[in-house]
Nanobody, 129 residues
Framework: QVLYVESGGGLVQPGGSLSVSCRASGFNLYDYSVAWFRQGPGKELEGVSYSSHNSAAADSTVYASSVKGRFTISRDNVKHTVTLQMNNLNAADTGTYYC???????????????????WGQGTQVTVSS
């Protein structure tokens, strides 16, 4: 039972776009809420975006204020993948990005990292000219 980064990451110029994807293996992503976290140079790990297992919930998707309007999280429960589309990137978006999954019954706030059961290995995103 693992969550691994399937594709994405790399170097992009300011204003550019990147997409990172994660795939679940060994468990049914349908039963899990998923999130993307990132850790910038010298910074704490922070939540970037969240997708609830319950797509009908009012807060089924959540974004950190720093990425709202620029990033889009999506999931494919058939393919067991989660994707983060990142547009209009800037230097502050530089960091290692991690996907994470937690059981549908978790009650903690979405950005509480200890509430997640599975983590991807991380992928580097660098925004620089």
């Amino acid at each position: 039972q693992v969550l691994y980064v399937e594709s994405g990451g790399g170097l992009v110029q300011p204003g550019g776009s990147l997409s990172v994807s994660c795939r679940a293996s060994g468990f049914n992503l349908y039963d899990y809420s998923v999130a993307w976290f990132r850790q910038g140079p010298g910074k704490e790990l922070e939540g970037v975006s969240y997708s609830s297992h319950n797509s009908a919930a009012a807060d089924s998707t959540v974004y950190a204020s720093s990425v709202k309007g620029r990033f889009t999280i999506s999931r494919d429960n058939v393919k067991h993948t989660v994707t983060l589309q990142m547009n209009n990137l800037n230097a502050a978006d530089t960091g290692t990005y991690y996907c994470a999954a937690r059981w549908r019954g978790a009650q903690a706030p979405w950005d509480h990292r200890v509430s997640y059961d599975y983590w991807g290995q991380g992928t580097q995103v660098t925004v620089s000219s």
